[in-house]
């Protein structure tokens, strides 16, 4: 049995749909099963938080293979380890972390640096585990649509940085193959979409397919900071992304890998594609 955490999220439930047109049964870990978006007879789900010892041991039994991800929190790292202990206690064969690009040994930024840790402590636990490491996230753009939709525009401290940006959903397919299938033990992939883009022709190709002009808008780190200050009230957090896009900015995530075609035998999607998929939302000609 397959245990998926983070199924409310956006990798864990790409990762969720992916399993279910492999015809697979597997369990979530949810803090809330009303804000599950896929419902099946397939999906056991199991309600808890992963902060709580017992809900987690609970979903972990009978558990074989599980895929850890959560979104980014000051407590993420102690919460993700202490995940990986209890699966292990549990037999737990095979663990899948979702990690990032940027984790490394000498990562200074908190967010990768803790994923690396998060690593270490996976690895040295004894159980097999695969670790995924994507690039910048195409969902991340879905931030911007309102602006995009409104002003034709929208502003990132990135200045004229490449990342090569992956479709959540890409991310989701290469976690289910590798929870359901063999030869992933020990190894560690980074994922990126089809083409290293500047924000400039991001923006260009997003207005091609959705028919309006986009202007990227390179803004100043301290603007950044003061817009997401609006919007994130967590000071641990706001730092943590400022520096995270500091070294983005620098250029961490220039790198483009063939991982997500060797993974699944076919192109990842590109910035086309995730475009017409929600092209309502940017304000498209279906808009
Ligand atoms: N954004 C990027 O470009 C990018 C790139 C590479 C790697 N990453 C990594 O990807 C991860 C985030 O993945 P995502 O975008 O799929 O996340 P997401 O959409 O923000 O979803 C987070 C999920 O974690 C769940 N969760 C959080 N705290 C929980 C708790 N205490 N107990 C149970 N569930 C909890 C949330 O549940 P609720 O619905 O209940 O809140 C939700 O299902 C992060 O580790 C990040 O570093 C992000």
């Known amino acids: 049995m397959i245990l998926l955490t983070g199924a409310t999220g956006r990798v864990g439930r790409a990762t969720a749909s992916a399993l279910l047109n492999a015809g697979l049964s597997f369990r979530v870990l949810v803090r809330d099963p009303a804000k599950l978006t896929l419902t099946d007879s397939r999906i056991e789900v199991i309600t808890g938080d992963l902060g709580e010892t017992q809900s987690v041991q609970r979903a972990l039994e009978g558990i074989e293979r599980a895929l850890i991800v959560m979104g980014n929190h000051p407590d993420q790292a102690v919460i993700e380890r202490q995940f990986a202990t209890l699966a292990r206690e549990a037999g737990v064969a095979h663990v899948v972390k979702i990690s990032s690009m940027e984790a490394s040994a000498d990562a200074s930024a908190v967010l990768p640096r803790n994923h690396y840790e998060t690593e270490q402590h996976i690895a040295a636990s004894g159980m097999d585990w695969t670790f995924l490491r994507p690039n910048f996230y195409m969902q991340n753009m879905l931030m911007y649509a309102e602006s995009i939709k409104r002003t034709g525009s929208f502003a990132l401290p990135l200045g004229a940085a490449l990342t090569a940006m992956i479709d959540t959903q890409d991310v989701g397919d290469v976690a289910a193959a590798v929870l359901s299938g063999d030869g992933h033990e020990g190894k560690i992939y980074e994922l990126t979409g089809p083409d290293l883009m500047s924000f400039h022709e991001v923006a260009r190709r997003l207005a091609d397919v959705i028919g309006h002009n986009v202007c990227y808008v390179e803004q100043a780190p ?66």
Not at 222 to 241: G, H, N, P, Y
Not at 263 to 271: D, T
């Open 222 to 287: 301290e603007e950044f900071r003061d817009t997401l200050e609006r919007f994130i009230a967590s000071r641990w957090q706001l730092d943590a992304v400022c520096e995270l896009f500091a070294e983005i900015a620098a250029g961490s995530l220039a790198y483009r890998t063939g991982s997500v075609h060797q993974l699944l035998g076919r192109a990842p999607a590109n910035i086309e594609s995730f475009a017409q998929r929600y092209a309502a939302i940017f304000g498209g000609d279906s808009g």
